[in-house]
T-cell receptor
Framework: DAGVTQSPTHLIKTRGQQVTLRCSPKSGHDTVSWYQQALGQGPQFIFQYYEEEERQRGNFPDRFSGHQFPNYSSELNVNALLLGDSALYLC???????????????FGNGTRLTVT | ELKVEQNPLFLSMQEGKNYTIYCNYSTTSDRLYWYRQDPGKSLESLFVLLSNGAVKQEGRLMASLDTKARLSTLHITAAVHDLSATYFCAVDMAGNTGKLIFGQGTTLQVKP
């Protein structure tokens, strides 16, 4: 049973460029959340997707956008990259389905983004 | 705005000793999580605490939740080197949404 998979594992971009990160949720999960973890900090919630729609959003600018596909996989897009966007981007999946949510999020191994 | 604060942020301890990590949060929530993160790795779920007075134990780690005090503790018993990692507590923003607010993390270093 595959867990949460993310690609790529590492990425180096230049300021002003755009980047797309990808995530496949754990089998049986229907909800994907994205988190940004700066070095030495706790993860910060970016947004959550369920039924191909953004359901919740954290305090991140519109440069951060996402998408969820019918197979529940998801993409995170960041435009006009800034040096401060350098971080580990974590994808987490869960089973929501509109019902009681008691299980912890399952996190992928993350994508390490470096902006130079 | 919900805030989650952990202390200490760094803990160096000898093998065999006991210690407690504290997690305070600022608004009502009855859903708290503890995660472990090894350097360069992702987050591993340790405990899910769902109600006031909940206590869970796994090996040398025991977590508890006091929703009235808005406090969770992670107690380490007879620490071993393998427990060296960063530990995060996280609170669900609105009780049951999957939107977690994390603490800053506590880096535990267990020395032989």
């Amino acid at each position: 049973d595959a867990g949460v998979t993310q690609s790529p594992t590492h990425l180096i971009k230049t300021r002003g460029q755009q980047v797309t990160l990808r995530c496949s949720p754990k089998s049986g999960h229907d909800t994907v959340s994205w988190y940004q973890q700066a070095l030495g900090q706790g993860p910060q919630f970016i947004f959550q997707y369920y039924e191909e729609e953004e359901r919740q959003r954290g305090n991140f600018p519109d440069r951060f956008s996402g998408h969820q596909f019918p197979n529940y996989s998801s993409e995170l897009n960041v435009n006009a990259l800034l040096l401060g966007d350098s971080a580990l981007y974590l994808c987490a999946s869960s089973l929501f389905g509109g019902q009681i949510y008691n299980s912890p999020l399952h996190f992928g191994n993350g994508t390490r983004l470096t902006v130079t | 705005e919900l805030k989650v604060e952990q202390n200490p942020l760094f803990l160096s301890m000898q093998e065999g000793k006991n210690y407690t990590i504290y997690c305070n949060y600022s608004t009502t929530s009855d859903r708290l999580y503890w995660y472990r993160q090894d350097p360069g790795k992702s987050l591993e779920s340790l405990f899910v605490l769902l109600s006031n007075g909940a206590v869970k134990q796994e090996g040398r780690l025991m977590a508890s939740l006091d929703t009235k005090a808005r406090l969770s503790t992670l107690h380490i018993t007879a620490a071993v080197h393998d427990l060296s990692a960063t530990y995060f507590c996280a609170v669900d923003m609105a009780g049951n949404t999957g939107k977690l607010i994390f603490g800053q993390g506590t880096t535990l270093q267990v020395k032989p």
